[in-house]
Nanobody, 118 residues
Framework: QVQLVESGGGLVQAGGSLRLSCVARGFISSVFNAADMAWYHQAPGKQRELVARITGDGITDYADSVKGRFTISRDSARKRVFLQMDSLKSEDTGFYYC?????????WGQGTQVTVSS
């Protein structure tokens, strides 16, 4: 069974940092290495929005709201994707979800909660 499992959320003060991790369980290496991986953010009462994306070749893309503050990366050997979040703001509060399209379907993790206190 393939699944995405996020971790690393928590409570942090504004201006602080967190590092989120997403492991792609059950993926064979070739599938993970080719897959575009993404992080989405869902703020309370709002729709889920794309935060950052990384291709299998390592090309990255970010939402304007996080450019210069967040960094997405991947570790092929461990089949993990990371989101380094620096200079956190209160509006970064919410759930963060890992996402990819693989094995013929869209996959989402269960989410990890981030709370930024001002």
């Amino acid at each position: 069974q393939v699944q995405l499992v996020e971790s690393g959320g928590g409570l942090v003060q504004a201006g602080g940092s967190l590092r989120l991790s997403c492991v792609a369980r059950g993926f064979i290496s070739s599938v993970f290495n080719a897959a575009d991986m993404a992080w989405y953010h869902q703020a309370p009462g709002k729709q889920r929005e794309l935060v950052a994306r990384i291709t299998g070749d390592g090309i990255t893309d970010y939402a304007d709201s996080v450019k210069g503050r967040f960094t997405i990366s991947r570790d092929s050997a461990r089949k993990r994707v990371f989101l380094q979040m620096d200079s956190l703001k209160s509006e970064d509060t919410g759930f963060y979800y890992c996402n990819t399209v693989a094995y013929g379907r869209t996959l989402w993790g269960q989410g990890t909660q981030v709370t930024v206190s001002s």
